[in-house]
Nanobody, 121 residues
């Protein structure tokens, strides 16, 4: 059974940092690209960042570029998202998703249940 379990969300003040984790099991994690996608209250899904299978290639949405860093530890089957300089607009449920290919296609076959990130003073 494929499982993606996010953790690390919470309440943080503007300008603060959080590190999200996504523990993967049930599939060949090292063979697939992975992404973070978020959904703010009352809004649709927004792609945040993608990393390729080996972790050597990354892409970011313009709204988070320079503040967020995606990484992938294939030995631990874990995806990360380091979020710095957080803004209230970053408030959302953050989901990790597995791509259908090694190179990012932004077509996803599995999703986690999400972790809530709230940025507020």
């Amino acid at each position: 059974e494929v499982q993606l379990v996010e953790s690390g969300g919470g309440l943080v003040q503007p300008g603060g940092s959080l590190r999200l984790s996504c523990a993967a099991s049930g599939f060949a994690f090292s063979s697939y690209a992975m992404s973070w996608v978020r959904q703010a209250p009352g809004k649709g899904l927004e792609w945040v960042s993608t990393i390729n299978d080996s972790g050597t290639g990354t892409n970011y949405a313009g709204s988070v570029k320079g503040r967020f860093t995606i990484s992938k530890d294939n030995a631990k089957n874990t995806l990360y998202l380091q979020m710095n300089s957080l803004k209230p607009d970053d408030t959302a449920v953050y989901y990790c998703a597995s791509d259908i290919a090694a190179s990012p296609s932004n077509v996803y076959n599995y999703w986690g249940r999400g972790t809530q990130v709230t940025v507020s003073s």
